[in-house]
């Protein structure tokens, strides 16, 4: 098939350039679970916290809470764990593959993750979810802190504990992203930048028409909107309602610092991931469901930066001059949308990963590949059919 990109930058930019840069098995519970709930209502009214929610009267955001407490079930979470754990561990498989391919080196590590804790609740938290996954066959380790000081010498540690998920990986993001337009590129699919679409029509069997903002036509047999958190406006041109907030997050790359950690980690309470990248250091984290909110809240990323000595005693950064943030397509039962958008629909969705899109992508274009070639369904779990 001849491919075409379109997008409303010049991609050198976007939530696949300035995330975290994790692959991630270790995350097979959706963001829809109780556990997120009952924490999310305590840090909603906290000014230093991981969640925020800006307050405002939009009856979008008032559906997209109620859908998200009704899919907050244990339930919920149980059926779609095998899932998600298939999609990240596909993901990695196909990753690595990329990294043994001539003019990709994008610094692919696999080191695992530990997520770190030091209070008794967190520890129960997170050793209750390391038998979950240890269940569903992703191999973990409970480590105490000498244990983990043993692990990784290049710092110190102030913490209860640390699980960690061997069978997580990472890379550098934004690296990669460059790689895989010069590979794209010499296999002839065109790229073109600074258009914004504005909206589409779906002939179905006859094909789709995408229309920009400055009047250009585009005709193809198949549309794939992989729009992330705009995916909602342009599916409405269709008729079709997408219920989905942008969930704003922030990210911080340090060149060389002293103490950095070898080993990614997230830090349960805080809710704060680092993640080394050669020698740079990729600090990330919150979640804001603020809207198109372009503010950068100095509240929040003054607590990702006082979070790190908490445990990294030996790990101070001060605030960097530049500041990344990026909105995250946000689904209320936290799972994503890959299918098309009804049967014989001439549109497909590949959107909606929340905080995991680049650990979910190459499992997602590997669906896409099925879906148009093969013409084999997605689960309903991960198709808009559940809307």
Known sequence: MQVTII?????????SFGNAGMIVPSHFT???SPGMLSEGIQWMFKKKSP?????????QLMQWLWRFMQSSTAKHVEACAPILRDLHQESKTIYKSWSQLPGFSFDLQEKGILMLYQTAKAEKDEIETAEKADALGIETHVLNPSQLQLMDTSTSFSVRGGVHYTGDATFSPDVFMKQMIELLKLEDV??????QIDSLNDFGKDGGELKSKDGQLFKAKNVIIATGAWTRKLAKSIGVDLPMQSGKGY???????????SIPSLLHEARVSLTPMGNRLRIGGTLEISGWDQKIREDKIKWILESLPRYYPDLKISR??????????????GMPYIGKVYP????ILATGHSMMGVSLAPATGRWIRDILLKNVDAPTILSPKRI
Request: net charge negative.
């Open 190 to 195: 065109e790229f073109i930048s600074k258009t």
């Open 30 to 32: 959706p963001l829809a």
């Open 344 to 347: 014989g629909s001439a549109v």
């Open 51 to 59: 969640f925020y929610i800006q307050p405002r009267l939009n009856l």
């Open 251 to 261: 990210s911080m790359t340090i060149d060389s610092p002293q103490s950095s950690p």
């Open 320 to 333: 960097p001059e530049q500041i990344w943030y990026g909105y995250r397509p946000c689904t209320p039962d």
């Open 7 to 15: 997008d409303q930058g010049d991609f050198t930019d976007g939530c």
